[in-house]
């Protein structure tokens, strides 16, 4: 613990890549997504990467509760992409799950999984997150934020009580009993976004999707979503589409389909 990331190494093996072409690095920073935003609206290319060791001001999908990244133990990484079509968010931000997925499982060992829409678990517990912040230019993209954090190498008693958490948060050193070469993680989940970001540019949508849903554990099991109706509403995960919509069976047999909302599962 405690060593600055060595993000020059991550730059060096990534640079051939559109994901990865150029990585700011910031020692500590209010959120990476701000940055990237603050990057992309001045003209940064699609694949600029900004990555920080602490973040003061880190945001959580919900905004209910801060994101936390203390000093030089986990992962705050946000990519700029500039997709064509608002569809494609949706998309990006399933991709953004699987590839910090199957990351976390290949470097530290461990198989994380997904649950709907793009946490990252360990079991029951929540590792990572995926925050895509997007700016129109009328009825298209301008460019989307996609931003990933995983905790790393601390207790997760150190992340303190959180106030949301309806998921109880994972950490790599918790789960896997030793610290994780954050450098190799950090470039295999951008290798992995890469190869998934090639596939969606030319049409294979449907495969990420695929390996999304593989890797999601809400599929056949009993949910409540929250955030969508006043109450919470309860049924079976029966599908999710290539864009990410969920599809519940309600206790009274209807079949709703939503695109948002927090799953807990019972
Ligand atoms: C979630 O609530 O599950 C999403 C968490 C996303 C956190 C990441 S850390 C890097 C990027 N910068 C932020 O401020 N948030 C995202």
Redesign the pocket.
Known sequence: MDQPLDWQRVAQAVARQTIGCHVEYRAVTG????DARALAQGGAPEGVVVVADT?TR?????GKSP?L?PPRTSI???IILHPRQPEALARISMLAGVAAAEAITEVAGVPARLKWPN?VMIGERKVG???VESALAGSSVAFAIA???INGNLPAAALGPLPDAAVPPATLLDEVGHEVEREALLIRLLEHFDRLYRQLQVGEAAAVAQRYRVLLDTLGRRVRLLGVDAAPVEGVAEAVDNDGTLVLRLDSGERRAFLYGEVSCR
């Open positions: 959120s990476t997504n701000d973040q880190g945001r959580g999908r919900t994101w990244t705050a990484v946000s946490d997150g995926v925050l931003g990933v954090g």
